[in-house]
């Protein structure tokens, strides 16, 4: 079994993170066009830990993704689960997402929300989360689905 592990990102991390959120995103097969309209939404800046605690998930030594939780007041909004595609399919995301949940507990929070891309509700629906509702996105015709993951 290979050992998993998170530790805190820092403000140094910004590149990497960044980069990873891209290619997690692109392997989805999104146009150039798309990936530009969503250029800023998938930057992780130095004012992205002012509400946000970020988490970087590693098997054995290999940095292979990350977390973000936004504190909501009372809740987390997961934003965004993010993880490099070689690593895809082998469990790694149900254990970040117990990890989420984890931290959430200790900090308090009654639930976790998130807004699913498309490509990922098979996997919110095989962890387990609950379909609350769903939101238009700035993309014509495009909706997200709204998930929630109830802690107490």
Not at 85 to 100: D, L, N, T, V
Request: net charge negative; hydrophobic share 35%; with cysteine.
């Amino acid at each position: 079994m290979l050992n998993i592990g998170y530790t805190e990102a820092t403000i140094e991390d910004c590149e990497l993170l960044t980069q990873t959120a891209k290619k997690a995103k692109q392997f989805w097969g999104y146009s150039d066009a798309l990936m530009e309209k969503w250029q800023d939404d998938l930057a992780i800046t130095p004012t992205s830990f002012l509400d946000r605690s970020i988490y970087k998930c590693y098997v054995d030594s290999d940095f292979i993704g990350f977390f973000v939780l936004k504190d909501m007041n009372g809740y987390a909004e997961l934003d965004g689960l993010w993880i490099l595609p070689e690593y895809h399919g082998k469990g790694y995301g149900r254990s970040m997402i117990e990890k989420a949940k984890a931290v959430s507990v200790e900090k308090k929070y009654r639930y976790i929300e998130l807004y699913s891309d498309p490509n990922a509700d098979g996997f919110y629906q095989r962890c387990k989360a609950q379909l609350v509702g769903k939101v238009e996105t700035k993309i014509k015709d495009r909706y997200l689905n709204i998930y929630r993951f109830d802690l107490l």
